[in-house]
């Protein structure tokens, strides 16, 4: 199976940014389309990005789109959420995933692995 672990989640004021880090390791892991979703306290998990490790397209939440960039290091089998320009609404737990079979990318079902969430907490 695949293990993801996330980090760089913590508290930061409005307007600042961050950058997550999700360790990947396991088997075949360039087969795979990594994610992020977040989910906010009593709300449903949200797709945020995607990316692939062969290629690096690309894929965003319309509503990130321009403050949030994904991005992977293939070396490190790490894949990196850059977020900017924090607000108080990004506050959320932020997961990373990964699917292995051809679905779309943004349903949060269609993973196979799931990471155990890194809190983040933009303070205004």
């Known amino acids: 199976q695949v293990q993801l672990v996330e980090s760089g989640g913590g508290l930061v004021q409005s307007g600042d940014s961050l950058r997550l880090s999700c360790a990947a390791s396991g088997r075949s892991l360039s087969a795979y389309t990594m994610g992020w979703f977040r989910q906010a306290a009593g709300g449903e998990r949200e797709f945020v990005a995607a990316?692939?490790?062969?290629?690096?397209?690309?894929k965003y939440a319309d509503s990130l789109k321009g403050r949030f960039t994904i991005s992977r290091d293939n070396a490190k089998s790490t894949v990196y959420l850059q977020m900017s320009s924090l607000k108080p609404e990004d506050t959320a737990v932020y997961y990373c995933?990964?699917?292995?079979?051809?679905?779309?990318?943004?349903?949060?079902?269609?993973?196979?692995?799931w990471g155990q969430g890194t809190q983040v907490t933009v303070s205004s």
């Open positions: 995933a990964a699917l292995l079979r051809s679905r779309v990318v943004s349903t949060a079902r269609n993973y196979d692995y």
């Open positions: 990316t692939n490790w062969s290629i690096g397209w690309t």
